[in-house]
């Protein structure tokens, strides 16, 4: 049997089991043999360490993140706002991703009638399972017109992991 000598561990073994330390004892050892598991710290994988925002006044695509090569990054939570005066053409703007794999995906869309005033219209949406992207990928905002001014926002929150088996 291996002696358990991290109090981190011992504390969530604790906290995450409900045992009450005046009645049970805390288990201290790991046995030789396959017993079940039970994630004794997720907040360790969960906690969101980042967070970035971005704007974009130009036609096109802009990027907003460009994701580290060594790390595992998951994308918990974003915000698109979009603004744009009367005369602009534009009609749409996305936000685009590339899942873990090389999948290109659109993480969020809004649609709006050219050649019409829009003003602060925007979309929020939170992952109840994060998304995991690709290393060394971007995430970017595009939005294309010919005539007049649109601005665009974005927010991303996150988190990334740089060991994902430890």
């Not at 009450?20 to 360790?44: G, R, S």
């Not at 996305?94 to 005033?117: D, I, P, R, S, W």
Request: hydrophobic share 40%; with cysteine; net charge negative.
């Amino acid at each position: 049997m291996s002696q358990i000598y991290n109090s981190d561990l011992t504390n969530e073994i604790r906290d995450g089991a409900k045992i009450q330390q005046n009645v049970d004892t805390i288990p201290n050892q790991l046995a030789d043999k396959v017993v079940p598991v039970m994630e004794v710290n997720p907040k360790l994988l969960r906690v969101v360490n980042f967070i970035v925002g971005g704007t974009s006044n130009t036609t096109g695509s802009t990027s907003i993140m460009t994701l580290p090569t060594d790390k595992d990054t998951f994308l918990t939570d974003l915000t698109l706002e979009v603004s744009k005066n009367v005369t602009c053409d534009s009609v749409y703007v996305e936000l685009n991703a590339t899942l873990k794999g090389g999948k290109a995906v659109q993480l969020a869309y809004l649609h709006f009638q050219t050649l019409t005033l829009t003003d602060n219209i925007n979309i929020s949406k939170s992952f109840t399972v994060p998304i995991q992207l690709e290393r060394g990928s971007q995430i970017a905002v595009n939005g294309n017109f010919a005539a007049g001014a649109s601005s665009r926002g974005v927010q991303l929150f996150g988190y990334q992991v740089e060991n994902i088996k430890a």
